[in-house]
């Protein structure tokens, strides 16, 4: 997990809300995903009576399974891996994945970071604000996923951006 910077006080930790269903919002997606693995599956079987040349269809088999099975199921695994967690200065996401470890992202919370409520309950929050460097501008963003009682948090990141200001 990523450690807390020195002198940063811990506000707030969550998990997302459990229940999180399979990601339907592109059937297109998963109906092509699915052709394709049957497709390939079809192809795989009758080039076996050919030699090796059957090999030719795993490329086209994992992708099928990447767009029907992991296009669905990932969100709801993320969900069930990730820790949240917001400080006196940043906004914090964790996803602790097993067998590949631990991916982060880190948001540092300014008065003009934007924030958007899906409105949903359990809500959905994404913050974002713009950042400029050395190769040009740009926009961060962060997704909190599935929050019980979002208020508290909106109310702490209020808070947070009060007092960075």
Do not use: C
């Not at 497709?39 to 088999?61: C, Q, R, T, V, Y």
């Not at 767009?67 to 964790?94: C, E, I």
């Amino acid at each position: 997990m990523t450690p807390l910077l020195p002198g940063e006080t811990l506000l707030w930790q969550g998990r997302p809300a459990s229940g999180t269903r399979a990601d339907t919002s592109n059937p297109g997606k998963l109906v092509f995903g699915l052709a394709l693995v049957a497709f390939a599956l079809f192809w795989m079987d009758k080039a076996m009576e050919s030699g090796p040349i059957w090999l030719a269809g795993l490329p086209f088999l994992a992708f099928g399974l990447h767009l029907s099975v992991w296009t669905a199921w990932a969100p709801r695994l993320r969900a069930k891996f990730a820790h949240y967690r917001l400080t006196d200065r940043r906004v914090l996401v964790d996803v602790v994945w097993p067998l590949i470890g631990t991916r982060s992202q880190v948001l540092t919370l300014t008065p003009s970071t934007a924030i958007e409520n899906d409105g949903q309950d359990p809500a959905t929050l994404t913050l974002r604000h713009q950042v400029s460097g050395p190769r040009g501008s740009g926009t961060e963003a962060l997704t909190l996923s599935r929050i019980e009682a979002p208020a508290r948090l909106l109310a702490l990141i209020a808070q947070v951006q009060r007092s960075a200001a």
